[in-house]
């Protein structure tokens, strides 16, 4: 299977996203309140980032895969989107994430459509 040439860039901005984000928000947060004292609260705002992160760089990965034409990146960027739209809609009483959101929806949309081309 060919994959667009576009396709690995994508992958890479979108990954790139979320690993900026990630990183940002934890910082953020250990500069606020919450980051003078250890506790439940702390740490589950630090893993909001690390999720980030963590997707981010399974896209950042998938992007080699990717520009390789190999079969396992569509899966794993994939993986990686389906888990940020999930955890958009899970905070997105608290947060709206629009354009995450719609990021990670359009690149998977792509995902699909290119991975299913002979």
């Known amino acids: ?33 919450h980051g003078k004292k250890y506790d439940r609260d702390l740490l589950r705002l630090l893993m909001d980032g690390h999720i980030l992160i963590t997707c981010g760089v399974m896209q950042i990965v998938a992007y080699m895969g990717l520009r390789s034409h190999e079969n396992w990146a569509y899966y794993v960027s994939g993986i990686a989107c389906i888990s940020l739209l999930v955890y958009c809609a899970m905070i997105f009483p608290f947060l709206k994430s629009i354009f995450t959101i719609l990021l990670n929806a359009v690149l998977l949309v792509l995902l699909a459509i290119n991975f299913s081309k002979p």
Do not use: Q
């Open 1 to 33: 299977m060919k994959t667009p040439d576009y396709l690995p860039l994508i992958t890479l901005c979108v990954g790139g996203w979320a690993v900026v984000n990630g990183i940002l928000h934890d910082v953020f947060v250990l500069l606020s309140e």
